[in-house]
T-cell receptor, first 116, second 114 residues
Framework: DTAVSQTPKYLVTQMGNDKSIKCEQN?????MYWYKQDSKKFLKIMFS???????INETVPNRFSPKSPDKAHLNLHINSLELGDSAVYFC???????????????FGPGTRLTVL | DQQVKQNSPSLSVQEGRISILNCDYT??????FLWYKKYPAEGPTFLIS?????DKNEDGRFTVFLNKSAKHLSLHIVPSQPGDSAVYFC?????????????FGKGTLLTVNP
């Protein structure tokens, strides 16, 4: 009964390929996020969705396209993978009460993407 | 442009002693701060938070102190236990914005030696 789950956990692929990472949360949260942790260990937000609506897009290349089929799922599709895309990608979710009180974000276990 | 800085990449303490992890921020708009703990091959786990209207928040062995004038916060763990060994991330946010997000520091690896 994992709260925030991601698949796959590891992904090794060649440059130029297209790949997807899936995320699901069973917490009933309204908001979901994608973060990237690069080789310098910074955790940086990429996207945020609230009730399937995109609310944050942090100047991420348009090769990255998030898709939220419903509020429990936020998938990340990456086209034409590049070496610099190698990183750990974390999905997170929160209740989405950001206008009233700060939200606690709950993270998935991460997907380690390696582009060769 | 690092808005949240954790200048110590690592810290080693003896079991039973106090661990003090530090965090500095530059954006004066930040008004809510969080600490996350991360074990290898797992996602970050929320530990404790503090609002800018407070200067201290305590939860069991964990206490977070906030010094707004210095734009500095610290996490104290007393007593430290070997199971506390993990990477600790400081994060900051602005409440009430339509694009609420967390800005993270680079993390500090804490090792608690038995």
């Amino acid at each position: 009964d994992t709260a925030v789950s991601q698949t796959p956990k590891y992904l090794v692929t060649q440059m130029g390929n297209d790949k997807s990472i899936k995320c699901e949360q069973n917490l009933g949260h309204d908001t979901m996020y994608w973060y990237k942790q690069d080789s310098k260990k910074f955790l940086k937000i990429m996207f945020s969705y609230n009730n399937k609506e995109l609310i944050i897009n942090e100047t991420v290349p348009n090769r990255f396209s998030p898709k939220s089929p419903d509020k429990a799922h936020l998938n990340l599709h990456i086209n034409s993978l590049e070496l610099g895309d190698s990183a750990v990608y974390f999905c997170a979710s929160s209740q989405g009460r950001r206008l009233v009180i700060a939200d606690t974000q709950y993270f998935g276990p991460g997907t380690r993407l390696t582009v060769l | 442009d690092q808005q949240v800085k954790q200048n110590s990449p690592s810290l080693s303490v003896q079991e039973g002693r106090i661990s003090i992890l530090n965090c500095d921020y530059t954006n004066s708009m930040f008004d809510y701060f969080l600490w996350y703990k991360k074990y290898p091959a797992e996602g970050p786990t929320f530990l404790i938070s503090i609002s800018s209207i407070k200067d201290k928040n305590e939860d069991g062995r964990f206490t977070v102190f906030l010094n707004k004038s210095a734009k500095h916060l610290s996490l104290h763990i007393v007593p430290s236990q070997p199971g506390d060994s993990a990477v600790y991330f400081c994060a900051a946010s602005v409440i009430g914005g339509s694009n609420y997000k967390l800005t993270f520091g680079k993390g500090t690896l804490l090792t608690v030696n038995p």
